[in-house]
T-cell receptor
Framework: GAVVSQHPSWVICKSGTSVKIECRSLDFQATTMFWYRQFPKQSLMLMATSNEGSKATYEQGVEKDKFLINHASLTLSTLTVTSAHPEDSSFYIC???????????FGNGTRLTVT | KQEVTQIPAALSVPEGENLVLNCSFTDSAIYNLQWFRQDPGKGLTSLLLIQSSQREQTSGRLNASLDKSSGRSTLYIAASQPGDSATYLCARMDSNSGYALNFGKGTSLLVTP
C-alpha cells in the first residue's frame, strides 16, 4: 500500500529558530500533499495544500511567510516553521493521495515543541 | 467552509458493548467520507472509506454508514474491546476543496475491562 514517511517524529527547538519537516511519498508520486496541524485535544486543521512545481495554497489565517512549503519533486514536500514561537508548538502531519480524489495516506506526524 | 460535527465528544462503555459514533456534516455534495482512529500522541489509522455513491462499508467489527440526504454518517463498533479505546475522527472530502479532508473534532472512546 501507499506509504507516506514524515520526519522528524518529534523536535524541540528554541524560540526564534526555524524547523524543517519532511514528508515523502515512498512508493507513489504525489502531485499534491496536504499539511495539517493539530493542537492538544483539537481536531486536525488543514494548513495548506502543497502542489508539485507550483506555489502552495494556504488556508485562511495561516501565514505563508511563517510556514514555508516547498514541493520540489513528486515525492517530497517540506514544511519549514520559521522563527518559531511557543504558540507554534503543535502536532504537524502531512498526507497525500496516490491519485486525484483518492484516499489520503498520512505520515506519522511531527510533534514540535518550541521552548 | 463545510462543518463536520461529531457526537458524543467522549464516550465510556464497558467491554463487550456495541456502540455507535455519530458524524454529521453540512452540504450533501461530498466526494467521500472517511473514519480514522487516533491513539494518544500518534498519527492516524484509516478505518473505513465510503464513497459518495455508497451507503456503507464494513471491516471486521466495524461498520460505517453514509446518508448524504440527511448529512450523517455513523460508525458502529460491535463487541467493543479495551483495545478499541482511542479517538475516532470523521472526515469528509470535497472536490471543491481540492480533495482535502475536513475533520470533525472526534469522539474519545474509552472501553473499560
Amino acid at each position: 500500500g501507499a506509504v507516506v514517511s514524515q520526519h522528524p517524529s518529534w523536535v524541540i527547538c528554541k524560540s526564534g529558530t526555524s524547523v524543517k519537516i519532511e514528508c515523502r511519498s515512498l512508493d507513489f508520486q504525489a502531485t499534491t500533499m496536504f499539511w495539517y496541524r493539530q493542537f492538544p485535544k483539537q481536531s486536525l486543521m488543514l494548513m495548506a495544500t502543497s502542489n508539485e512545481g507550483s506555489k502552495a495554497t494556504y488556508e485562511q489565517g495561516v501565514e505563508k511567510d511563517k510556514f514555508l512549503i516547498n514541493h520540489a519533486s513528486l515525492t517530497l514536500s517540506t514544511l519549514t516553521v520559521t522563527s518559531a514561537h511557543p504558540e507554534d508548538s503543535s502536532f504537524y502531519i502531512c498526507s497525500a493521495p496516490d491519485f486525484v480524489g483518492g484516499p489520503l495516506h498520512f505520515g506519522n506526524g511531527t510533534r514540535l515543541t518550541v521552548t | 467552509k463545510q462543518e463536520v460535527t461529531q457526537i458524543p465528544a467522549a464516550l465510556s462503555v464497558p467491554e463487550g458493548e456495541n456502540l455507535v459514533l455519530n458524524c454529521s456534516f453540512t452540504d450533501s455534495a461530498i466526494y467521500n467520507l472517511q473514519w480514522f482512529r487516533q491513539d494518544p500522541g500518534k498519527g492516524l489509522t484509516s478505518l473505513l472509506l465510503i464513497q459518495s455513491s455508497q451507503r456503507e462499508q464494513t471491516s471486521g467489527r466495524l461498520n460505517a454508514s453514509l446518508d448524504k440526504s440527511s448529512g450523517r454518517s455513523t460508525l458502529y463498533i460491535a463487541a467493543s474491546q479495551p483495545g478499541d479505546s482511542a479517538t475516532y475522527l470523521c472526515a469528509r472530502m470535497d472536490s471543491n476543496s481540492g480533495y482535502a479532508l475536513n475533520f470533525g473534532k472526534g469522539t474519545s472512546l474509552l472501553v473499560t475491562p
